[in-house]
């Protein structure tokens, strides 16, 4: 987990507006993409569903840290909601100046708490909710097996 404190604006909302599922390129003023952007596109089009969500959770995201450890919950008429920021910048026009920490996405879901949904970029061009589930990590059947080399099950018998 990273932490710092810079960030610039005021006060902390708690507003769920223009949600989607996220995805799709990005498309700039006018219509225009980035040439990193096309090539970004184009990367991500070419993965498999596994190195997607590898990708996905290693992603690094940003919040408002609080006091104590945890994350900081917004209570809304949708429920309870922590607002996530995929930078340091999105937090500022977000939250204003605060104390401000980071981790991936794989930590992030392990330590949200149940009942909580996680929505990234509240005030963004395109906020969408971490869909945890789908994220998570697949449980292993047996604690006690492995995978070998050649995709055989291994079982430790230490």
Avoid at 4 to 29: E, H, L
Avoid at 69 to 76: A, H, N
């Amino acid at each position: 987990m990273e932490c710092g404190t810079d960030c610039s604006r005021n006060g902390m909302r708690a507003i769920m507006i223009g949600m989607n599922a996220g995805g799709g390129g990005v498309v700039r003023p006018g219509g225009r993409m980035t040439l990193a952007d096309l090539v970004r596109q184009e990367m991500t089009a070419r993965m498999s569903e596994a190195e997607k969500l590898k990708a996905a959770r290693a992603t690094r995201l940003y919040f408002q840290r609080p006091e104590q450890p945890g994350f900081l919950v917004s209570e809304t008429g949708a429920g309870s909601v922590v607002p996530l920021f995929t930078s340091v910048r999105h937090l500022a026009l977000f939250a204003g100046a605060c104390p401000w920490a980071s981790s991936t996405v794989a930590d992030i879901i392990e330590l949200l708490p149940d009942g909580v949904t996680a929505l990234v970029d509240p005030l963004g061009e395109r906020p969408f909710l971490l869909d945890v589930e789908v994220l998570r990590e697949p449980e292993t059947p047996d604690a006690g097996q492995q995978q070998g080399n050649w995709g055989e099950t291994v079982v430790d018998q230490s």
